[in-house]
């Protein structure tokens, strides 16, 4: 299923210049884990060295923040959009 | 062959660089490069091409190495940079200093991080390794992060052998190894420890900055949280040279930076105090110590007309390597200042920038 990614401009430079782009993934999970396959260098400003996500960082599945999934195998539509946003914590 | 001169700014908004010729009394500015992140360390290497090494960082994401190779106009993100382990604990959380390795190692790079270590490159900066033997010490249960963030801000490698180095940490201390890098000893009698909470009385010392002198390798000056000070042993012990730095009631003498000329001239910027932390009464005075001299002097007035309540963080200041030296600094509201005659008369530079976080001059042959 082709689904929809959007990064900040800000790292860009990890997504070969692009902010928005398209992955392939049958489950959220799997996208998840293509995201930062494709894109290696994005892992370090998403994820904690023990793999967690970022405290301001936030992954949002079409509208929903995925931490507040009770789980990540969803099957992907097409369409369907991943977005990374920094949390906006005051400012 | 002349040389051209290059300062490069690390500012919490990205990067930014001077360029001059040898007179250094025309600059052309240009930047920001890498904007929106946060440059706490940058180096210019010439050492295989001319490289411009930044270590970026941001709050929501997290620290990494990124490179130049056409002076600014592109930058590259090193894949394999920096990093601890899962297992450690630790979080790379912004890397404070580049430095190139021994003269004699042409592809060597070292990387302070916060939290405090040490990581080391034998490829040019492509891929990193941490040198573990730091943050394995037995006293690295007690060591406790200070306002600043646990940084390792300081690398020093001894000139005159590349297998001695020191670190240095705020609200930690200073350690030396004899191996490399691989086996560390702590090196912080006579400093002042700072109330950290913790008992183990080996580390706790919070050092600002500290420069090597130029001429003898044994001896080391530091800006420290609780005074400034000096060895003459390697770091083995430590004793205060403040005469001639004004005390107000039990305070120590309070700053961050610390330089050190090609010539043996030491600088300090003194601000108020550890709660005021910016220039006492507004007034911007650079401090040195001449070399065979054991007193402070306020040799510079850098803006005699106008008051300016700032301050000028530790690796903000710097000198080059040319004849005569240059001496440089940058300040908490993003203004650069220099000096051609030994910190003596001062000139501002074109541009306002946002906190300026480092300052480092580069010098390349053409």
Same mark, same amino acid.
């Given at each position: 299923?082709?689904?929809?990614v959007?990064?900040?401009?800000?790292?860009?430079?990890?997504?070969?210049?692009?902010?928005?782009?398209?992955?392939?993934?049958?489950?959220l /999970?799997?996208?998840?884990?293509?995201?930062?396959?494709?894109?290696?260098?994005?892992?370090?400003?998403?994820?904690?060295?023990?793999?967690?996500? /970022?405290?301001?960082?936030?992954?949002?599945?079409?509208?929903?923040?995925?931490?507040?999934?009770?789980?990540?195998?969803?099957?992907?539509?097409?369409?369907?959009?991943? /977005?990374?946003?920094?949390?906006?914590?005051?400012? | 062959?002349?040389?051209?001169?290059?300062?490069?700014?690390?500012?919490?908004?990205?990067?930014?660089?001077?360029?001059?010729?040898?007179?250094?009394? #025309?600059?052309?500015?240009?930047?920001?490069? @890498?904007?929106?992140?946060?440059?706490?360390?940058? @180096?210019?290497?010439?050492?295989?091409?001319?490289?411009?090494?930044?270590?970026?960082?941001?709050? $929501?994401?997290?620290?990494?190495?990124?490179?130049?190779?056409d002076?600014g106009?592109?930058?590259?993100?090193?894949?394999?940079?920096?990093?601890?382990?899962?297992?450690?604990?630790f979080?790379?959380?912004?890397?404070?200093?580049?430095?190139?390795?021994? $003269?004699?190692?042409?592809?060597?790079?070292?990387?302070g991080?916060?939290?405090?270590? @040490?990581?080391v490159?034998?490829?040019?900066?492509?891929?990193?390794?941490?040198?573990?033997?730091?943050?394995?010490?037995?006293?690295?249960?007690?060591?406790?992060?200070?306002?600043?963030?646990?940084?390792?801000?300081?690398?020093?490698?001894?000139?005159?052998?590349?297998?001695?180095?020191?670190?240095?940490?705020? $609200?930690?201390?200073?350690?030396?190894? #004899?191996?490399?890098?691989?086996?560390?000893? $702590?090196?912080?009698?006579?400093?002042?420890?700072?109330?950290?909470?913790?008992?183990?009385?080996?580390?706790?010392?919070?050092?600002?900055?500290?420069?090597?002198?130029?001429?003898?390798?044994?001896?080391?000056?530091?800006? #420290?949280?609780g005074?400034?000070?000096?060895s003459?042993?390697?770091?083995?012990?430590?004793?205060?040279i403040?005469?001639?730095?004004?005390?107000k009631?039990?305070?120590?003498? *309070?700053g *961050?930076?610390?330089?050190?000329?090609p010539?043996?001239?030491? *600088?300090?910027?003194?601000?108020?105090?550890?709660?005021?932390?910016?220039?006492?009464?507004?007034?911007?005075?650079?401090?040195?110590?001449?070399?065979?001299?054991?007193?402070?002097?306020?040799?510079?007035?850098?803006?005699?007309?106008?008051e300016?309540?700032?301050?000028? @963080?530790?690796?903000?200041?710097?000198?080059?390597?040319?004849?005569?030296?240059?001496?440089? *600094?940058?300040?908490?509201?993003?203004?650069?200042?220099?000096?051609?005659?030994?910190?003596?008369?001062?000139?501002?530079?074109?541009?306002?920038?946002s906190?300026?976080?480092?300052?480092?001059?580069?010098?390349?042959?053409?």
């Open positions: 299923m082709r689904i929809q959007s990064v900040p401009l800000l790292l860009s430079d990890s997504t070969k210049g692009r902010t928005k782009f398209e992955l392939e993934a049958e489950t /999970r799997e996208a998840l884990e293509r995201l930062v396959e494709e894109y290696p260098l994005l892992k370090v400003h998403l994820y904690t060295e023990q793999g967690d996500v /970022r405290k301001h960082v936030l992954l949002y599945y079409n509208e929903d923040n995925i931490a507040w999934l009770e789980k990540l195998d969803i099957p992907l539509a097409e369409g369907d959009k991943l /977005r990374v946003l920094q949390a906006v914590s005051g400012g | 062959m002349g040389k051209r001169v290059v300062l490069l700014i690390g500012t919490n908004k990205g990067v930014f660089q001077y360029t001059s010729n040898e007179e250094r009394k #025309e600059w052309k500015l240009s930047g920001p490069f @890498l904007p929106g992140w946060e440059a706490y360390s940058v @180096l210019g290497d010439s050492r295989n091409g001319n490289l411009i090494y930044a270590g970026t960082s941001h709050a $929501a994401y997290g620290a990494s190495i990124r490179v130049s190779d002076m106009e592109s930058w590259r993100q090193i894949e394999n940079g920096p990093s601890y382990s899962p297992e450690s604990g979080a790379l959380n912004r890397i404070w200093q580049l430095v190139p390795g021994p $003269a004699s190692e042409p592809d060597t790079l070292y990387a991080a916060e939290e405090a270590g @040490l990581f490159s034998y490829d040019r900066g492509e891929n990193w390794r941490e040198l573990k033997g730091l943050t394995s010490h037995p006293t690295r249960p007690n060591w406790f992060p200070g306002a600043g963030g646990m940084c390792l801000h300081t690398i020093i490698i001894d000139p005159g052998n590349k297998q001695r180095m020191w670190v240095a940490m705020s $609200a930690v201390g200073v350690f030396r190894s #004899e191996d490399g890098g691989e086996t560390w000893k $702590a090196c912080n009698r006579g400093l002042s420890r700072v109330p950290t909470g913790q008992p183990e009385d080996e580390v706790g010392y919070c050092i600002h900055k500290m420069v090597i002198d130029p001429n003898d390798s044994n001896t080391l000056y530091m800006q #420290e949280h005074g400034v000070f000096k003459s042993d390697g770091g083995d012990s430590w004793f205060p403040e005469e001639g730095l004004t005390l009631g039990d305070d120590a003498p *309070f *961050f930076p610390i330089s050190v000329s010539t043996g001239d030491l *600088f300090l910027v003194p601000l108020e105090s550890s709660e005021q932390r910016s220039m006492k009464g507004g007034k911007m005075l650079v401090y040195s110590m001449r070399p065979g001299e054991s007193r402070w002097e306020p040799i510079g007035d850098v803006m005699p007309d106008e300016r309540h700032v301050s000028v @963080l530790r690796d903000a200041m710097t000198v080059d390597s040319l004849d005569p030296y240059g001496l440089y *600094f940058g300040t908490t509201s993003g203004e650069v200042y220099y000096s051609l005659d030994r910190g003596v008369t001062w000139d501002r530079l074109p541009g306002q920038f906190r300026i976080l480092t300052v480092k001059p580069w010098i390349i042959e053409e």
